[in-house]
């Protein structure tokens, strides 16, 4: 019983390599994919924006989003950070997630993950705070089986001698 597990699950990788496989051929083999000029809040085109403030700071951001849909599986993946650095000190956040979905028959797997970060620091202290959450599942006509986990910190420091 353990070996046809063994021999189903090595089916499905081996089938979810050729597939993707042919589908990498396939977009590289496109013309002018993911090239060319970026175009601000145009969609699956990365946008990156900086500035400097009237108080002397300088801030940015970073945003990018991508999606794959073909027969049997679909994916996207997003990205977003900012920062501001500035005479009182500094702040970096950043942001993402991914999902895929994938089937074939009766073969199905889905995997999903996200996270967030904030960090900030200056005369007065620092402050770090994260999370992060991952769910996956499998199932197949033999066993099913899901996984999910989610955790967060936050720090934080003062400092009163540098006020």
Do not use: C, W
Not at 20 to 48: D, I
Not at 88 to 114: H, V
Not at 129 to 150: G, I
């Amino acid at each position: 019983m353990a070996l046809l597990k063994v021999k189903n699950f090595l089916s499905f990788m081996i089938s979810f390599i050729v597939i993707f496989t042919n589908y990498e051929k396939q977009v590289s083999a496109a013309p002018n994919h993911h090239r060319g000029p970026l175009k601000r809040g145009s969609v699956n085109k990365p946008l990156f924006e900086m500035e400097r403030n009237p108080d002397g700071s300088i801030s940015g951001s970073f945003a990018m989003a991508e999606s794959m849909n073909f027969p049997g599986m679909s994916s996207s993946f997003s990205q977003a950070n900012s920062f501001r650095i500035g005479p009182d000190g500094a702040s970096f956040s950043n942001a993402g997630s991914s999902s895929m979905d994938a089937g074939i028959g009766p073969f199905k797997s889905g995997f999903s993950q996200s996270n967030a970060m904030a960090t900030s620091g200056g005369r007065g202290g620092f402050s770090n705070s994260m999370a992060n959450a991952v769910a996956s599942s499998v199932s197949n006509p033999l066993f099913q089986s899901s996984f999910s986990n989610a955790n967060a910190n936050a720090n934080s420091f003062s400092n009163n001698i540098f006020r």
